[in-house]
Nanobody, 123 residues
Framework: QLQLVESGGGLVQPGGSLRLSCAAS????????IGWFRQAPGKEREGVSC????????KYAYSVKGRFTISRDNAKNTVYLEMNSLQPEDTAVYYC????????????????WGQGTQVTVSS
């Protein structure tokens, strides 16, 4: 049974950077696309980025394109989200989840959700 655990969140000033990690246990990530999602208070969960099982395909939400970079290290069974130029509107709980092989940014297409990691961007 694949389990995902997010880490790396925290408090950062506007313009700062964080790197989130999504570590898998119980199964290999090799066959799964991994998506990053976020949910701010009072808002619906939204897709942020996704990387295909091979790593060759990536998708980004328009709001983070050019600022966030997703990558994966299958040897470490881990997916990363490098977040730069963070803004207060990026404040949310960030989650990772998996689906088979190909990327989409729709949360309903994903399973095995982690518990989330809080990202707060504030001065």
């Amino acid at each position: 049974q694949l389990q995902l655990v997010e880490s790396g969140g925290g408090l950062v000033q506007p313009g700062g950077s964080l790197r989130l990690s999504c570590a898998a246990s119980g199964s290999t990530l090799d066959y799964y696309a991994i998506g990053w999602f976020r949910q701010a208070p009072g808002k619906e969960r939204e897709g942020v980025s996704c990387i295909s099982s091979s790593g060759a395909g990536t998708k980004y939400a328009y709001s983070v394109k050019g600022r966030f970079t997703i990558s994966r290290d299958n040897a470490k069974n881990t997916v990363y989200l490098e977040m730069n130029s963070l803004q207060p509107e990026d404040t949310a709980v960030y989650y990772c989840a998996r689906r088979f092989r190909l990327c989409v940014l729709s949360p309903s297409e994903f399973g095995s959700w982690g518990q989330g990691t809080q990202v707060t961007v504030s001065s």
